[in-house]
């Protein structure tokens, strides 16, 4: 099973793209694993602008993904639950599940209906915060499932 993480905009802080690339790695070690990163419009407030990023989004993903978008309007996953719906699906033989993170106003109505949300926080983050925080916990789920030391229970 391959894991994609797709964010809209790209990473304007070094720490932000250094932190990615360690947090990438380390989930190569588990799972094929890619980011999309994907252009971000200069008017993001309007509905037009944020279906153009949604396309560019999926325009950009593999034929029929799970999709998961993260979202502050979505449910809340504790570490553990998000690990396990990951297994879930590779047992069910999902061949790409696609996390995605959409622009600073977030995903187009039409996007948010074809994936499950799932909010990474009640507490707001910025969108460059938002990105660590993802890969953190797709790296704190393969870890888990490997029954490793990294996650505290």
């Known amino acids: 099973m391959k894991l ?3 964010w809209v905009g790209k990473c304007s802080e070094t720490w932000v793209r250094v932190a990615a690339d360690d947090y990438s790695a380390r ?8 980011i999309i990163e994907v252009r971000e419009e200069k008017n993001p407030l309007s509905d037009i602008s944020r279906e153009r990023e949604c396309r560019r989004i999926e325009d950009r993903l593999p034929k ?3 999709l998961l978008l993260f979202d502050e309007k979505g449910e809340h996953l504790a570490s553990e639950e ?5 297994e879930k699906e590779r047992e069910n033989g999902r ?13 187009s109505d039409d996007f948010r209906k074809k994936g499950r949300l799932v909010s990474l926080s009640k507490m707001t983050f910025t969108h460059q915060m938002a990105r660590i925080f993802a890969l953190e916990q797709i790296y704190r789920a393969c870890t888990i499932l490997n029954n ?6």
């Open 4 to 6: 994609v993480l797709a």
């Open 27 to 34: 989930i190569k070690r588990y799972f094929p694993f890619e």
């Open 64 to 66: 029929e993904p799970l």
């Open 82 to 86: 998000f690990a396990s719906f990951i």
């Open 95 to 107: 061949r790409d599940i696609v996390f995605a993170i959409g622009g600073a106003y977030g995903f």
């Open 148 to 153: 490793e030391k990294y996650h505290h229970r």
